[in-house]
Every structure is written in C-alpha cells, then in structure tokens.
T-cell receptor
Framework: DAKTTQPTSMDCAEGRAANLPCNHS???????VYWYRQIHSQGPQYIIH???NNETNEMASLIITEDRKSSTLILPHATLRDTAVYYC????????????FGKGTLLTVNP | EPEVTQTPSHQVTQMGQEVILRCVPI?????FYWYRQILGQKVEFLVS????????KSEIFDDQFSVERPDGSNFTLKIRSTKLEDSAMYFC?????????????FGPGTRLTVL
C-alpha cells in the first residue's frame, strides 16, 4: 500500500486559500491520489482525484508534483463550511475497491 | 443532485439483537460499499459488493455481518448478533465503477448504539 502522510491540523482564515499537503513518496505509477473530506460526523465527501496532471473542479484544485511523491489540495477561497477533516488517499495496491482512510488533516477555517 | 440515502439515522439496540441498516445507493451506480467509524477513530472499510456478490471484505466483516441487495434499489447490512463494540457510525457508499479511477459517494450514515 502507498502510505500517505498529512499534517494533523491546519488553520486558515476565511476567504484565503487553504493549501493542504500530502506526502505519498511510495506511490506507484498506476495509483491515483484521491481527496475526501468529512465534516463533523457526516459521511465522507469526494473532492477530487488525479494521477499525474494537475486537476481542478468546482470545489478544489489538486497539484501533484512531477515525481508524484507529494500533492497539495487547494481550496481557493475557504469558507467556514470548509472546516473538516481532509483525507489524502492513494488507492490501495492490489485492491480495486476499498478506500483506506488515515487520520487526515483537520482544517479549521477561522472568521 | 443524486445522493446516497441511509435509514435509520440512529438505531439503538440491545446486545445480541439483530439489526439491519438500509441504504439506497445512487441509481446508476453498480458498486456498493459499507464502512464504519467508531467514535474518534478512522473510517474503516467493511465490504464491497458488485453484481450480487461480495467483491472484497475486511477482517472486520466476519460471519456476524452480511450484505444483501434485496431489490433494485436497496442495499442492506445485517449484523446478526450485535456486540457492544459494534457501536459506530455506519456509512454506505456507491460508485459507478470499482476500479482505481472511481469516486465513491457516501451516505449520511447510521449511528448504531448497542447497549
């Protein structure tokens, strides 16, 4: 399994960009990077995923380094409702199905 | 926007009783999943289901657990004889595909409390 490392917590001011890092130095060539978030006790919510190119959708941008050993999730204009635990997940090698959640990063957006 | 729904939102049961947690996945999705989250802990994978068969299960998913798709819309998780340690949030999820490049969409969860 490709292991991910994320900071335990981060703070961000409302209206500013939130940049959440993730290290996945053992990622293999065909493994995707996924980001999910979980707002207090709710079901995890899919945000974005990518393989090697940078990706953007209506929620966020995903920047993956050229060597694919790390990535950054960017919330361009964080709001109070973006306060959540953010999970960086690399699809488990040998498993086509499950998502393996770590402890994630608790992002707190402050007014 | 289509979403995964789960019922009930909260289930309280006595130890040793059977419970059935229900989920309605997104209608065009083909892969279904159950996860659980014990209070304060990580979200843990339980089982995935495709084409009326279990495609993968974790060590947690022992003989006390079973899943079923009884009709074209519902997906259920049954716990035959609940234990105190089964108390957790149970999340259902579904996806269009099951391969690497899929997004799983989660329901709001059922909070199971075993007394």
């Amino acid at each position: 399994d490709a292991k991910t490392t994320q900071p335990t917590s981060m703070d961000c001011a409302e209206g500013r960009a939130a940049n959440l890092p993730c290290n996945h130095s053992t990622i293999s060539g065909n493994e995707y990077v996924y980001w999910y978030r979980q707002i207090h006790s709710q079901g995890p919510q899919y945000i974005i995923h990518g393989l090697k190119n940078n990706e953007t959708n209506e929620m966020a941008s995903l920047i993956i380094t050229e060597d694919r050993k790390s990535s950054t999730l960017i919330l361009p204009h964080a709001t109070l409702r973006d306060t959540a635990v953010y999970y960086c997940i690399v699809r488990v090698s040998g498993s086509n199905y499950k998502l393996t959640f770590g402890k994630g990063t608790l992002l707190t957006v402050n007014p | 926007e289509p979403e995964v729904t789960q019922t009930p939102s909260h289930q309280v049961t006595q130890m040793g009783q059977e419970v059935i947690l229900r989920c309605v996945p997104i209608s065009n999705h083909l892969y279904f999943y159950w996860y659980r989250q014990i209070l304060g802990q990580k979200v843990e994978f339980l089982v995935s289901f495709y084409n009326n068969e279990i495609s993968e299960k974790s060590e947690i998913f022992d003989d006390q657990f079973s899943v079923e798709r009884p009709d074209g819309s519902n997906f259920t998780l049954k716990i035959r004889s609940t234990k105190l340690e089964d108390s957790a949030m149970y999340f259902c999820a579904s996806s269009v595909r099951g391969a690497y490049y899929n997004e799983q969409f989660f329901g709001p969860g059922t909070r199971l409390t075993v007394l």
